[in-house]
């Protein structure tokens, strides 16, 4: 069957302006950014609209000559949506046919004339009225585009694609990796032993902040709430369109080692990448009272960043600039940036604060682009790809410490999300070991090592890690989330509550956009739970935890709505997976849902997939569907592996199917057990 794809046309539908040939999507005739994977895509469902594509058809023609796993196109599917502003409870605009493909299902208006996109205007002052950036203003609004009052916009030429040699990657563009690089496939693992070099750096690291606590001033006051936003790109250039969110997330890190100002993490900031931004929407959204916005471009070997910081409250601009540099020294971006927002907000460092913000990196350039790409990808959810660049980065120059941090982050998403399995969690051990011998007071690190000891059940190493690094920084909230996180492991439920209800009196936003408060739902406070949610309809993350809340709430209609939409928007995921069976279950095929459970079984087991938590979830799901010897076998997988929350199993009427079983009992045993031990060890022993 052809495949109707005329880029000489543009399309219209809803609101919205499709232009091929100049690979622009307008909303009421502001840009929209997409990945450039998922603008492709767009195109071909839109170009063929009414028509179902099948899978196949969309991979033969959006990655033609790549090798990329089917699980790429729901997460395309998704950036998509979340473009177009899909809500559950309007008609959407890309219908899914389940085992099929996806359909176009909007009216579309085929045209030969694209409008043209309006042009950037400049503008001195903030005015009364509500400030917006990005995007393109409409005469009279109060919007500014990021260009500093007063200059001309850069008229940029294209630039020509790099040549390179055929083993070389070209940062700027999505290689087509070699199947045998990216098709690596990880079999019979079984748990081993991991490296035991962390304890000494570890060591030294505690060491090294117990001496680096003396500096913290107990009587600073409430720091400020800072908000650095994605750049907006001028050019609207898919080879540069990385450079947005990266620049920002490297501006962000920079700045987390000064106490004396809240940063938003950039995880919380990575859905205002290429939107019209009303700071003080945002601002409200994000609870700061600053924010940092402005634009990038590229032209030649020339970068330019035109950055401005705004005093939301008192509605006035602290800092605008133009930041010059060579492509090749895109490290001082993030330099210049932090330096002057602790300029213009005045803030007071102590002295290794100070010193550290303007200790000079060394790094690689084209390793460092390298490492930007990185970000940018995993922040997008492409984690093989993400690795791939973050590799290619420690190729060149392996003394960055964020790099190998990053490594080991995507690494430990593929191992929790995509049945990685236990040796990517051996990999991403590796890497955080080696980003902490690098750079031994990075708190990140520590961070990330400590949620990897939790989900490869090591809890009872992953406490003393967070409470020694909440004694240096008593108000990280990451830290707050991260020790509440491990507490749920061991059962201290009310406590982990707290550390979590903490970390978000500290920084409203923080795991915001992934995750909730568990420990409610483990307690039975399930309107709690869900209350504490994000509103995000396009995370098949956040929709699976929604749809079980109203699982539990016995809302069985909703919650099969819930987990029909994750497993929609990200087959591969492995909760989206046990809702799923789940949905089958309540549409009275039991037998599916089964079905489904054993083939993530035998991925878990073949594979050594840690996060012994989503692995109780797989026990839950069996019990429900009437499986009850495989939901004991996958009951003891998760304790044994460390996920022991026993009071929790002792309500969970999940397992209510289970509690007359012999090795019922036995279980509960061998978890009651820990549970009592990790209480005695980190509650009741003084500690």
């Keep these: 069957m052809s495949m109707r794809l005329e880029k000489e046309h543009f399309y219209e539908f809803g609101p919205f302006c499709l232009d091929p040939a100049e690979r622009r999507l307008l909303r009421?005739?502001?840009?929209?950014?997409?990945?450039?994977?998922?603008?492709?895509?767009?195109?071909?469902?839109?170009?063929?609209?009414?028509?179902?594509?099948?899978?196949?058809?969309?991979?033969e023609s959006v990655w033609a000559g790549s090798f990329v796993e089917e699980s790429n196109l729901p997460v395309a599917i998704s950036a998509i949506r979340r473009a177009l502003g899909e809500r559950?409870?309007?008609?959407?605009?890309?219908?899914?046919?389940?085992?099929?493909?996806?359909?176009?299902a909007a009216p579309v208006h085929v045209g030969q004339t694209p409008p043209k996109a309006p042009s950037l205007r400049t503008s001195n002052t903030l005015g009364d009225q509500s400030i917006r950036f990005g995007g393109s203003p409409e005469s009279g609004s109060n919007v500014l585009p990021f260009l500093v009052p007063g200059e001309q916009e850069t008229d940029a030429k294209d630039q020509a694609v790099q040549v390179a040699s055929p083993d070389t990657v070209v940062p700027g563009a999505?290689?087509?990796?070699?199947?045998?690089?990216?098709?690596?496939?990880?079999?019979?693992?079984?748990?081993?032993?991991?490296?035991?070099?962390?304890?000494?750096?570890?060591?030294?690291f505690v060491y090294r902040l117990s001496h680096r606590a003396e500096e913290k001033n107990a009587n600073q006051p409430v720091p400020r709430a800072l908000a650095i936003l994605p750049f907006h790109n001028l050019k609207e250039d898919p080879r540069t369109d990385f450079l947005g969110f990266s620049l920002a997330d490297a501006a962000i890190t920079k700045l987390g080692r000064v106490n004396a100002v809240s940063v938003r993490p950039s995880s919380t900031v990575e859905k205002y990448r290429g939107q019209v931004i009303d700071i003080q929407k945002v601002a409200a959204d994000l609870?700061?009272?600053?924010?940092?916005?402005?634009?990038?471009?590229?032209?030649?070997?020339?970068?330019?960043?035109?950055?401005?910081?705004?005093?939301?409250?008192?509605?006035?601009?602290?800092?605008?600039?133009?930041?010059?540099?060579?492509?090749?020294?895109?490290?001082?971006?993030?330099?210049?940036?932090?330096?002057?927002?602790?300029?213009?907000?005045?803030?007071?460092?102590?002295?290794?604060?100070?010193?550290?913000?303007?200790?000079?990196?060394?790094?690689?350039?084209?390793?460092?682009?390298?490492?930007?790409?990185g970000v940018d990808l995993y922040a997008r959810g492409e984690f093989p790809l993400s690795i791939q660049m973050l590799q290619k980065s420690v190729e060149i120059d392996p003394n960055y410490a964020p790099t190998w941090a990053q490594i080991g982050r995507a690494y430990t998403a593929q191992a929790s999300f995509r049945f990685g399995g236990q040796e990517q969690y051996k990999k991403a051990q590796t890497a955080y070991e080696k980003?902490?011998?690098?750079?031994?007071?990075?708190?990140?690190?520590?961070i990330y090592m400590a949620n990897l000891l939790t989900d490869t059940g090591r809890v009872e190493q992953a406490v003393p890690l967070l409470r020694e690094s909440l004694k240096a920084n008593p108000n990280h909230p990451e830290l707050h989330w991260e020790l509440g996180y491990a507490y749920r492991y061991g059962g201290m439920l009310r406590e982990s509550i707290r550390e979590c209800e903490l970390a978000r009196q500290i920084d409203p936003t923080v795991k915001i956009t992934t995750s909730a408060i568990n420990g409610y739902l483990y307690t039975g406070n399930y309107d709690q739970f869900l209350r504490s949610l994000p509103d995000d309809y396009d995370s098949a993350f956040v929709l699976f935890y929604r749809g079980f809340g109203k699982y539990y709430q016995r809302d069985f209609m909703q919650a099969a709505k819930y987990f029909d939409r994750a497993f929609e928007l990200d087959t591969a995921m492995f909760q989206a997976q046990i809702g799923k069976a789940l949905s089958y279950g309540m549409h009275h095929e039991a037998g599916k849902g089964i079905d489904a459970l054993r083939e993530m079984e035998r991925k878990i087991t073949e594979r050594g997939v840690g996060d012994p938590e989503a692995v109780y979830k797989v026990a839950q799901a069996y019990a429900e569907l009437g499986d009850r010897a495989s939901s004991l076998r996958m009951l003891r997988y998760s304790v044994e592996n460390g996920f022991f929350p026993y009071p929790y199993f002792q309500s969970d009427r999940l397992l209510d199917a289970l509690r007359t079983e012999p090795q019922f009992a036995e279980i509960m045993t061998t978890a009651r057990k820990r549970h009592d031990a990790f209480a005695t060890n980190f509650f009741r022993s003084g500690m």
Excluded: C
Aim: proline content about 6%; hydrophobic content about 45%.
């Design 287 to 373: 609870k700061v009272d600053t924010i940092l916005a402005g634009n990038v471009v590229r032209d030649g070997d020339n970068l330019r960043v035109t950055p401005q910081l705004i005093d939301v409250k008192a509605n006035k601009i602290l800092w605008k600039g133009a930041i010059d540099v060579k492509y090749d020294n895109l490290l001082a971006v993030q330099d210049k940036v932090a330096q002057e927002i602790v300029r213009s907000l005045e803030l007071n460092l102590t002295p290794s604060q100070h010193e550290t913000l303007n200790a000079a990196t060394a790094v690689s350039p084209l390793a460092y682009e390298y490492y930007l790409h």
């Design 28 to 59: 009421d005739k502001q840009a929209v950014s997409l990945p450039p994977k998922s603008f492709d895509l767009l195109v071909l469902l839109v170009a063929n609209h009414g028509r179902l594509m099948t899978k196949n058809q969309i991979l």
């Design 435 to 446: 980003a902490i011998a690098l750079d031994p007071v990075q708190t990140d690190t520590r």
């Design 174 to 204: 999505r290689p087509d990796f070699p199947k045998s690089i990216t098709s690596n496939r990880v079999r019979g693992v079984t748990a081993g032993v991991f490296s035991t070099a962390a304890i000494f750096i570890l060591a030294l």
């Design 88 to 104: 559950d409870d309007e008609a959407p605009y890309i219908e899914t046919v389940p085992k099929a493909g996806y359909r176009f």
